[in-house]
Every structure is written in C-alpha cells, then in structure tokens.
T-cell receptor, first 111, second 113 residues
Framework: KNEVEQSPQNLTAQEGEFITINCSYSVGISALHWLQQHPGGGIVSLFMLSSGKKKHGRLIATINIQEKHSSLHITASHPRDSAVYICALSMGGQGAQKLVFGQGTRLTINP | NAGVMQNPRHLVRRRGQEARLRCSPMKGHSHVYWYRQLPEEGLKFMVYLQKENIIDESGMPKERFSAEFPKEGPSILRIQQVVRGDSAAYFC???????????FGQGTRLTVV
C-alpha cells in the first residue's frame, strides 16, 4: 500500500463547480504539501499544512492529523484551474523536503 | 525574486551520451533536493544535498547517476551513458536550513533518442 493515496485520479467538472480532491496517508508527518503542476510546466507549491485549515483566494486546504486525511477545495472553478494537483508528505527532521508524493489528481474544468 | 532556476529546460541526448542538469537554488538556500518524474508516473525523491555534502542519496539509481552541490555554483545532476529509460522530467527544490516549505524549479525535460 502506498504511503499516500489521492482520490479521485481524474476529475472533470464544469466551470463554476466546487471541487474537492482528497489525500489520505498512513505515516506520521511533520507537514503536508499541496502542489500544482500544469501540463509540461513546473511545480508550484500551493499550501503547506501541519494542522487545521488554510485559504488562499479560491483555494482552501484542510488537514485532519488524527484521521491522516487532507482535502483541497477549489471554489468557483475556472478552466485555468485545469492542472494536476499533487499531495506530498514531509516526514520532518533532517531533509524535511525529502517529500513522498501522491500520484496526483488530473483536474479538467470545462467552460 | 529569482526562484529556483533550472537549466536547460529541455535537453535531448543520444543513447550513451552524458546529461548534465543544473539547479541554482533560491538566494539564501543551502539545501537542494532532486526529484524525477517518469512519464505517466508520480514524482520520486532522488537525492538531498547541502553545500559540498550529499546527505541522502537513497533514491538515486546505483549506477550512472551522480549529484553534487559545490561551495560555489549550481547543483549538478549528472547522468552518464544515458538510456531511453532516463527520459523524464527532473525537478529540483531548495530550502533554507530547517525550513519545510517547498520551492520548486521549472524542471528539465530530458529526452533520450
């Protein structure tokens, strides 16, 4: 079993819909990252969470440490949100960015 | 604000040639991490370096791959005698001492023909 699992793997929605991407993990972590990757593009860090909830614009990320689960929400989705969203775990200690990555969720927002 | 800079963005090599990928960390960052993304696969950790030291290379293939982060200049990921299976996107990230925030470069897309 992978240490980190994302669902769904693929998600297609209409512009304006509320989007939820889930991430479950099975190991102890010091932080959880949500990353965004556009096709052929670089990787952008959206959030780093160790507890609670963070919001940036239309993006909201939550984490439940006890349940080992995190969600990324996008409100009022837009075609430019189409990308792969990746959940990554930081185990902390030396080498805190030796990240363990989920397989990613490919999001397509249709106009 | 110069972020993590990787070059080249795209690199084409024939089988058997050497590939050198460069990563200049953000200003003030002394830790560099290299990751590989094979086609249709997720990202995987390769190596973690601090200035002049390899701290963790547990994700590096045992042969043909090496990495360095000299006192001056960028970090280099070197792949000798490339094979088709080395075709992938290679990303680096940098951080400050003890910082867990991830700052990624744009990646180098290596194609072996």
């Amino acid at each position: 079993k992978n240490e980190v699992e994302q669902s769904p793997q693929n998600l297609t929605a209409q512009e304006g819909e509320f989007i939820t991407i889930n991430c479950s993990y099975s190991v102890g972590i010091s932080a959880l990252h949500w990353l965004q990757q556009h096709p052929g593009g670089g990787i952008v860090s959206l959030f780093m969470l160790s507890s609670g909830k963070k919001k940036h614009g239309r993006l909201i990320a939550t984490i439940n440490i006890q349940e080992k689960h995190s969600s990324l929400h996008i409100t009022a989705s837009h075609p430019r949100d189409s990308a792969v969203y990746i959940c990554a775990l930081s185990m902390g200690g030396q080498g805190a960015q030796k990240l363990v990555f989920g397989q990613g969720t490919r999001l397509t927002i249709n106009p | 604000n110069a972020g993590v800079m990787q070059n080249p963005r795209h690199l084409v090599r024939r089988r058997g040639q050497e590939a050198r990928l460069r990563c200049s960390p953000m200003k003030g960052h002394s830790h560099v991490y290299w990751y590989r993304q094979l086609p249709e696969e997720g990202l995987k950790f390769m190596v973690y370096l601090q200035k002049e030291n390899i701290i963790d290379e547990s994700g590096m293939p045992k042969e043909r791959f090496s990495a360095e982060f000299p006192k001056e200049g960028p970090s280099i990921l070197r792949i000798q005698q490339v094979v088709r299976g080395d075709s992938a996107a290679y990303f680096c990230a940098s951080s400050r001492q003890g910082d867990t925030e991830a700052f990624f470069g744009q990646g180098t897309r290596l194609t072996v023909v």
